[in-house]
């Protein structure tokens, strides 16, 4: 099974046009895609009342890949709200218990910094995480190259396997250390994360005078193309994963929803259980 869906569920303003759908976001988000990636997550742990919220606001059966706090990551700048990154860890777990009880979690995704590289100590790091998460399901996405060298791809692949992480497949620029290539290989049988990140090179490693580095570095549109390549490469995974879960990341000019649905018309997706679609018969 192959679920497509985008980061996030504020930012695709083609998606929301009418003054209910503008309203209601993830309401109006569930009736066009079945999964999602929750990346406010990513700066404050959640609140077990919001993680309620997002679960009563979608149907049975869709799915959330929640991105780790950042100060599990290693991205935190700044003092650390928890004293001990134990009560950190786990106060993250307890903040998940209502979508692990809806059985809405696909997986918390742990997207490492780009100076995360393939060493001793930050293995340890992989294996304290995976432990402090207990048996909910984990996916790792790195974002230095040295996990993916010619000497080190099959132990990466082989450690995430053992340990029990999910493999994150990227598309983005190849622009040097801070950059992974495309690897189409399943670590956990039951389910592979795929991300489109674009392939703006010019923005993934700076933004030009006068222009926020977020707002251009995922500023990429997916050709036609593209995507058929990608969707010959997603069922290939399918064969070695029970399910293929797709994000598109390139919000930054409003293509994700758009490609993702163009993705989705050429594998011959039709979500089912989808959200039921909102009609404005009476608002002007």
Known sequence: MIRIGLAGWGDHDDLYTTPSEKRDKLQTYAGHFPVVELDSSFYAVQSTRNMEKWVQETPAGFGFVVKAYQGMTGHLRGKNPFEHEEDMFRAFVQSLEPMRQADKLKMVLFQYPPWF??????????????SRMQNLPVAAEFRHQSWYSADMQEKTLRFLKEEGWIHTVCDEPQVGSGSVPIVLQAANPDVTLVRFHGRNAGGWVGAPPGKSWRDVRYLYRYNRTELQEWADRLKTLERSSKEVCVIFNNNSGGDA????????SMLGIKPEGLAPRQLDLFEG
């Open 117 to 130: 590289d393939c060493s001793r100590e930050n293995v340890e790091i992989l294996r304290e995480a995976r």
């Open 257 to 264: 929803a758009a490609n993702a649905k163009e993705l989705s």
